[in-house]
């Protein structure tokens, strides 16, 4: 057990709906990030919150998805309008302050999506 | 942007044999990091390295930056059935991003 909680763990959608992905930080972890990862592939990077600050997004980033992290604590990846590409594992990560800090850095078990 | 290679992307060696994983990146970094990830799990955080030339020990496993900050490599002594697993580096480019650039792992697979 991580302490960084994520669900649905498995999602299986069709092609055109929309999913939502949720992620619970460790409580006192201000810094929340998201990636993805593909099957042989190691994990792409998304996006990451400072508190409900989204304070940098990757290119990976389609106008189809967007995040949030509303008051802080837990946060939401939304993927409008799937594809078949869009199907991959995301995965949820926290900290305390920056990545490069030496912090350690917590992921989540992530969330599998099929999309069909 | 930013690309992070890492060889081997397999290697199959002996129980008891020693292992290495290589990491280089197209650019300078201000960190990198290094992960293992069971299959079907999550990646695990190991170990952070900042400094150029720095090298950490846990236990069996030796990390080593670059004194160029481009390269890193994870060196596993005497390998064991539950060293089994994808080994990652990750590389921070620092300058107010955050986020981190992984390599496509080295699968070690261990035969007893």
């Known amino acids: 057990d991580t302490g960084v909680s994520q669900n649905p763990r498995h999602k299986i959608t069709k092609r055109g709906q929309n999913v939502t992905f949720r992620c619970d930080p460790i409580s006192e972890h201000n810094r929340l990030y998201w990636y993805r990862q593909t099957l042989g592939q190691g994990p792409e990077f998304l996006t990451y919150?400072?508190?409900?600050?989204?304070?940098?997004k990757s290119r990976l980033l389609s106008d189809r998805f967007s995040a949030e992290r509303p008051k802080g604590s837990f946060s939401t990846l939304e993927i409008q309008r799937t594809e078949q590409g869009d199907s991959a594992m995301y995965l949820c990560a926290s900290t305390v302050g920056q990545m490069s800090s030496g912090n350690t850095i917590y992921f989540g078990e992530g969330s599998w999506l099929t999309v069909v | 942007g930013q690309q992070v290679m890492q060889i081997p992307q397999y290697q199959h060696v002996q129980e008891g044999e020693d292992f290495t994983t290589y990491c280089n990146s197209s650019?300078?970094?201000?960190?990198i990091q290094w992960y293992k990830q069971r299959p079907g799990g999550h990646p695990v955080f190991l170990i952070q390295?900042?400094?150029?030339?720095e090298v950490k020990k846990q236990k069996r496993l030796t990390f080593q930056f670059g004194e160029a900050k481009k390269n890193s490599s994870l060196h596993i002594t005497a390998t064991q059935t539950t060293d089994v697993g994808t080994y990652f580096c990750a590389g921070g480019s620092g300058g107010g991003a955050d986020g981190l650039t992984f390599g496509k792992g080295t699968h070690l697979i261990i035969q007893p």
């Open positions: 390295l900042v400094k150029s030339g």
């Open positions: 919150f400072q508190n409900e600050a989204q304070l940098e």
């Open positions: 650019t300078t970094l201000s960190n």
